[in-house]
């Protein structure tokens, strides 16, 4: 939970209610706006989202008028004009050296700045940040700086991409990439299915792991025993089919290993490809023409994240790879 402090008596934009101490508060990275959270969560963005390719920035509804400095009294014509009233009552004499200085207007009031201010207006040409920024809409700033980073000539690397590869891309909404890096995920783990050796091998680890599942019906005595036997076992079964144990390490951990990497390299450059592409596309459509509020609605709805076709995606690379292994054990074995 955030200080509070800035927002003392100002009120959050989608419920209306004054801010208290004890609320828990979230501030919109574009703009500046504070909401409570469960007032972003249930509005979905900013409530000030159709402002910000205007480049709105939120300002405290409370913040007091700026006041002048109080006038200072001149001294009479002829007066010493080292004479202050603000005397020294340890040492009347010293007038001088008593005085009191003079109160400072107060200080302006504090500005949230725009946090596209730390970016150039422009991504590409005709694709502004402010743009770029309404259709990423999760953590934009973090990937503009990694855009411009990257036009720039620095090598960026997207551990999400990495962890989670196709269906981070699917996240993200390129939806035909990451039907093509599934098709490539799928294919890494079809290709073992087609050498013999690899489906004896991995039938003789199913059938061991499967004997070992009820651990009182084979050692009741000793578990580890039998944990023992059944990974000893299993080696025995990769040694015996040496041909089979190399196609899987290949292609199950080498292969895989080297896909995530490239899939974590070429992420940033691929999204940027995407954001650039989209924004110019809802540009110079014929429904944006003329109408401003339309084409922010359109980049706003367009982009953004999709968390349930990248499950969706998950559950059907699983269960196609598990058919297709299974049929292709069964027609080898």
Known sequence: MMNNFRYTNERCPVCREAFAAEDDIVVCPLCGAPHHRDCYKRNGECAYSDKHNEGFVWKPENEPEPESAPAVAQPPFGANPTYQPYANPANPANPVNGQMPPFAAPAAPYQFPNPLSA????????????????????????????????????????????????????YRKMYKLGAVFMAMTLALAIIPMFVPQYVRMQNEITEISEEYQNF?????????????????????????????????????????????LYFGFIADKKYKEHVVNSV??????????????????????????????????????????????????????
């Open 216 to 260: 009182d019906a084979v050692s009741a005595d000793d578990p580890l025993t039998a944990v023992n036997e059944m990974y000893s076992k299993m080696l025995s079964a990769e040694i015996k089919y040496p041909v089979g144990a190399a196609v899987g390490i290949l292609c199950n951990v080498v292969a895989n290993l080297a896909l995530s």
């Open 119 to 170: 970016f150039p207006p422009e991504l590409e040409e005709g694709v502004s940040t402010a743009d770029a920024a309404a259709f990423i809409k999760k953590k934009p700033q973090k990937y503009l700086h990694k855009f411009f980073a990257g036009k720039s000539g620095k090598r960026t690397f997207n551990f999400f991409a990495f962890l989670f590869g196709p269906y981070w891309f699917i």
């Open 280 to 333: 110019r596309k809802i540009n110079s459509s014929n429904f944006a023409a003329g109408n401003e509020e339309f084409r922010r609605m359109r980049i706003m709805s367009d982009g953004g994240t999709s968390f349930g076709f990248a499950v969706l995606a998950a559950i059907v690379l699983m269960v196609i790879n598990s058919n297709l292994s299974s049929l292709l054990s069964m027609l080898i074995k």
